[in-house]
């Protein structure tokens, strides 16, 4: 499968390119950039929303699953997009959003039987939103922000759309009837089926592996989401899509990807993207990922910190080298490779849930290159991190991707994690030896001859990682 050892590369679409000068990102914009993903050595790109949308979630309210939006151009530039993409021998992926829709959407007037709705005026039991707030409190009639859809059986309408809105953008687009696309991240899974009988979910046993809302982390999900009905729903899906690579966003513990897995090929590996940079807990989310074989490694994204923010820009290098080789897929979130940090966001917000600062456009040069207009929100440092000063510096954290994303296609399938030091990350890559120190002080250097370094210096200096073959 050619995405098994890939890079996916993350675009958040309003913040890539901007080509019409309207200062919001583009189709046009992305097919203009993609010598950058070319550059970098990346196997594949995922687009995050594109669909007409109202923006209430930016995007991933969808007014309708089978056009794009104006603001990002037409079915002809999406075409285009991936006709390049795949020139270049890049995979594309979009953003499927199955559990809910806009209230744009058509069925939200023609169809509301196909929604949740409260029997009683307010929440009529516990569920709590991934926003916080009650889970479900309109009655029909009502106009919640991104009504949840109903879906209980594999043959429900819902799936039957999801089915056939995958099926249209995945047959190869010479064929006429579909548009080439590769694969999909599925939007917020585990939430995809609800109880019918709307029942309360009880209390939780044991503290959940990753964030959540206060009031969440007190209930055990066992009837607002993580349906074992979900797995069944998701077989009709699967078989629509073919070999398409279906990569699930599961809020859930690793310890559970695996009956996810019948019907997923990868699913994100959040406990290692939520992990403190500290070898103890490094291991032991990389340890029950690895596993697996089928967890997708990420450190950031659209929806919380970035990257530099969160494990400090001077252990960005480090942690490059981490994601880039361990075994399987990697997804990148655009800016990563820059050293991008969070931004200030803006004033009011555009995203109800803080996430401003982390959607800020990318930098091209030292005076921007994202938009010849005025950016829908700024850019942060232009003149401190910029694609074109990296590239031609061989020693940035730009040119560390590239050589990490070349360097691992030599990387055998075998994976080990050795005992190493305190603080320190070591594995065995069949002949090679991944040594990342997460403290300020030295450590010795793993043995072998080096092939890569983050930082000059003898043994592995403060904030290092090192590769040596064997
Ligand atoms: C996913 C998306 C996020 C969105 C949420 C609701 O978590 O990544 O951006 O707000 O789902 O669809």
Known sequence: MWWQDAVVYQIYPRSFQ??????????????????????????ALWLSPIYPSPLADFGYDVSDYTGIDPQFGTMGDFDELVAAAHERGLRVLLDLVPCHTSIEHPWFREHPDRYIWSPVDGPPNNWVSAFGGPGVESR????????????????????????????????????????????????????????EQLRDDPPASRP???????????????????RPEAIEALRALREAAGDALLVGELYRPVGEYERWLEVLDLVFAFEFLFSPWDAERLRAAIEPAAELRRAAWVMSNHDFDRLATRVGPENLRAAAVLLLTLPGTAFVYQGDELGLANGPGHEPPFDRAGRDRLRHP???????????????????????????????????????????IELRRELGAGFRLLDAEPGVVAFERDRHTVAVNTTAEPRP???????????????????????VRN
């Open 140 to 195: 029909r009639g009502e106009r919640p922000l991104v009504p949840a859809l109903v879906l209980s059986r594999a043959a429900g309408p819902r799936t039957g759309a999801t089915r056939k809105s995958s099926r249209r953008c995945r047959t190869s687009s010479a064929s006429g009837s579909g548009r080439g696309v590769d694969g999909f991240r599925l939007d917020a899974i585990d939430r995809l089926v609800k109880d």
């Open 362 to 404: 990318m930098q091209w040069d030292a005076h921007g290159g994202f938009t010849s207009g005025t950016p829908w929100l700024p850019l942060v440092d232009p003149e401190a991190r910029n694609v074109a000063d990296e590239r031609a510096d061989p020693g940035s954290l730009l040119n560390l991707y590239r050589s990490l």
């Open 445 to 467: 250097a793993p043995e072998g001859e080096p092939v890569l370094a983050t930082h000059e210096g003898e043994g592995l200096p403060p904030h290092a990682a090192l590769i």
């Open 208 to 226: 959940f592996p990753l964030p959540l809302d206060p009031e969440a982390a007190r209930l055990e999900m066992r009837y607002s989401g993580n």
């Open 18 to 43: 901007d080509s019409d000068g309207d200062g919001v990102g583009d189709l046009r914009g992305i097919t203009q950039r993609l010598d950058h993903l070319a550059y970098l050595g990346v196997d």
